[in-house]
């Protein structure tokens, strides 16, 4: 008997649901079309604010070539331009000055290879602040007020502009190099 009452049981609910052999139509009125989603916006890439430049700075780079004690000096240098935030970060390594060397101020000057140029975006790096140590130091400094255009000409054109250091003995420059993209 449980097993008949069962069979009826599945019987409704396989006709109620269009259980096998019922077919049923829904249905339509005439001119209605089928609901459809819009698609998606591919999501947009957010745009780059940070640019990167590397320098392998170099005595004999400079115009002219540093001679004497200070020849030996050189150092590798990274400027990461943030046009978001109107920054220019020097990151720097200055190697092999001899013991005696002071190193007083950095920048970026605009310039080709060979060619002095004037100064377009200072390190504020400032007489006094650095110490070296057995003629080498390592430093990061940021200049929070970089001006867009100049900015905007570098990230465009690095390599119209180069990255120089000045010591006490070389006021006009004891390391220097091009911009390169990194």
């Known amino acids: 008997m449980k097993r008949f009452a069962f069979a009826i049981a599945a019987t409704i609910a396989l006709a109620a649901c269009g259980g096998a052999g019922t077919t049923t139509a829904s249905p ?17 890439a957010a745009p780059v604010t940070v640019f990167t430049f590397k320098a392998d ?8 070539p540093i001679t004497g004690a200070e020849a030996t000096c050189a150092g590798t240098g990274t400027l990461t331009l943030d046009t978001a935030a109107k920054s220019a970060k020097f990151d720097v390594s200055i190697t092999g000055c001899p013991a005696s060397a002071v190193i007083n101020i950095g920048h970026i000057h605009k310039g080709a290879k060979g060619v002095n140029g004037g100064v377009v975006i200072d390190s504020t790096l ?3 602040d650095l110490k ?11 200049n929070p007020a970089a001006d867009p255009a100049v ?5 465009a054109n690095p390599a119209s502009y180069y990255m120089n250091f000045h010591s006490a003995v070389n006021g006009g420059g004891v390391i220097r190099a091009q911009l390169v993209k990194g």
């Open 126 to 128: 400032k007489a006094g």
């Open 57 to 64: 700075l170099k005595s004999n780079e400079e115009n002219p």
């Open 132 to 142: 070296l140590t057995a003629g080498a130091v390592t430093f990061s400094k940021t």
């Open 28 to 44: 339509t009125t005439a001119g209605t079309t089928a609901a459809t989603t819009a698609p998606t916006a591919a999501p947009t």
């Open 151 to 155: 900015v905007a000409d570098v990230i």
